[in-house]
């Protein structure tokens, strides 16, 4: 399975993928998907690939901000 999330494309990552990344981490995995995807971004933060850390620190930001606006919800 090919992936089109590379390292060189991270400027074209717009806040709809950052959404939907969030929404199928949040479907599968609960409360825990803010975890999981800091857990994504330190992996590859090890392995030196920067760009897709940030850009999974950007989804693990977006999972935050969704929890925080559930909470706020009336």
Same mark, same amino acid.
């Given at each position: 399975m090919s992936?089109?999330?590379h390292g060189e494309d991270t400027e074209? &990552?717009?806040s709809e993928d950052f959404d939907v990344m969030a929404i199928v981490l949040e479907g599968r995995h609960g409360t825990w *998907? *803010?975890? &999981?995807a800091d @857990? @994504? =971004?330190q992996a590859h933060a090890r392995i030196g690939d920067t760009d897709r850390?940030? =850009?999974w620190r950007g989804?693990?930001?977006t999972v935050r901000q969704r929890e &925080?606006?559930?909470t706020l919800e009336p």
């Open positions: 992936s089109d999330w074209r &990552i717009t *998907a *803010a975890q &999981i @857990f @994504f =971004a850390s940030q =850009a989804v693990a930001e &925080i606006a559930r």
